[in-house]
């Protein structure tokens, strides 16, 4: 799968990732830019000459995270007598920027998301002790333009940036903040990269976008000219040889336009699963939270998409706790999960973030009744995902094998709904499709039964 690099591994590289799958793309490219450079990924840190804190603003906790890293990180480069070299990089990076470097000095290099492309100027910057040591310029089609136009996928799954950035500015969110305005990228540019993925033997691309459906790509050489929608994007790239599988991830329930509904329903490679973040199921709250939608418009695109893709498996976002959130404002957020019915769903205590407007808000509710409310979502949700597994169980499924398992002869894999499936088999299946009869199911995962492999689509 990974050709030999032309690059000799001269130095060992760590990245450490933390929060969303925007995140893991760019830890991807991260590694890809400084690959010429000679840098190979190591096991630890401790082995590594430069260490890349990859790093997420979401919530408070999140960036607490990132300081106590830089703690354990500064004593591993005084053990390697100053050789580790300390980049942060990420929404940690772009939102304090050069306080990064004074709260911990033994950090040598700070860059926003936008600037990774930058990195191996900077490295040799620092090497020579000259220049500035922080870069977090907004320039997104710069950064794609720079990077390398050719990928190493770890197996074959891959992600695929095609948007960046968002606009809508949610009151309680720092991502317009941190990841600049709403910028796609080409059409061509991404099929380019679709099109090197799948010689390399992926067969599943997830496209990724903090507002992904806000995809609005420029196509000049296609039909339909400058202006194409994700809908038209999936429909595209499913054409591509080798890809049998595409995703989608995050989208915003105000960009669920009736094309893309459709492919859901008409394009066989679109895989059935949505996650379509609601945030609450109180009006109020979402008039609140700026979201542009409201509780019945939500239910009222999941019942669309659920016409054109019946077995689709839902996911979601919650906040419990936003500021002025009543009881009734929370029950009518049960009442959403209740009606909806989630195969998986993730839920957070609303965080305050300094310089959002939500932060400004008053009536902030006490940490215990977040608590009391997140453990009552939770078990909801915990139920609702046990029970959809749980419906598996006795279906034969397509399953992309993606790596060995735990123990020998067991492999692992992914359902069309993205639940990890565990079964027996050998290792020349992995990275093709097969066909398994699921025989036990778990909160987190499946156990199934190998029924046959499946001829790869031509
Ligand atoms: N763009 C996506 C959307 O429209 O929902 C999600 C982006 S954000 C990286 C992922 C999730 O983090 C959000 O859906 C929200 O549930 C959560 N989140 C964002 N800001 C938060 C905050 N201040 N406190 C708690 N959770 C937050
Ligand atoms: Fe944040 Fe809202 Fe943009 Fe999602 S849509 S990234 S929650 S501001």
Known sequence: MNPASDAKPLKGLFIRTYGCQMNVYDSERIRDVLKPLGYAPVESPEAADLVVVNTCHIREKATEKVYSELGQLKLMKQASGGRMTIAVAGCVAQAEGAEIIRRQPAVDLVLGPQAYHKLPEMIARASRAVGDRLETEFDTVEKFDALPKTRDPDGPTAFVSVQEGCDKFCTFCVVPYTRGAEMSRSVDDIVAEVRDLASKGVREVTLLGQNVNAFHGAAPRL???????????????????????????????????????????????????????????????????NRG???????????????????????????????????????????????VGYAIAYSFKYSSRPGTPAAEMHGHVSEAVKDERLQALQALLREQQTGFNAQQIGKTLPVLVTGKGRNPGQLHGRSPYLQAVHFEGPDALIGSLVDVCVTGASLNSLTAELVRAREPAQ
Do not use: C
Request: no cysteine.
């Open 223 to 289: 039909e339909g000219g400058n202006d194409w929608a994700l809908g038209q994007l999936v429909r595209h790239i499913a054409k591509v040889g080798g890809i049998e599988r595409i995703r989608y991830t995050t989208s915003h329930p105000r960009d669920m336009d009736d094309d893309l509904i459709a492919a859901h329903g008409d394009t066989p490679a679109m895989m059935p699963f949505l996650h379509l973040p609601v945030q609450s199921g109180s009006d109020r709250i979402l008039k609140s939270m």
């Open 293 to 339: 939608h409201t509780a019945d418009h939500y239910r009222d695109i999941i019942a669309r998409v659920r016409k054109a893709r019946p077995d689709i498996a839902l996911a979601t976002d919650f906040i419990v706790g936003f500021p002025g959130e009543s009881d009734a404002d929370f029950e009518a957020t049960m009442q959403l999960a209740r009606d």
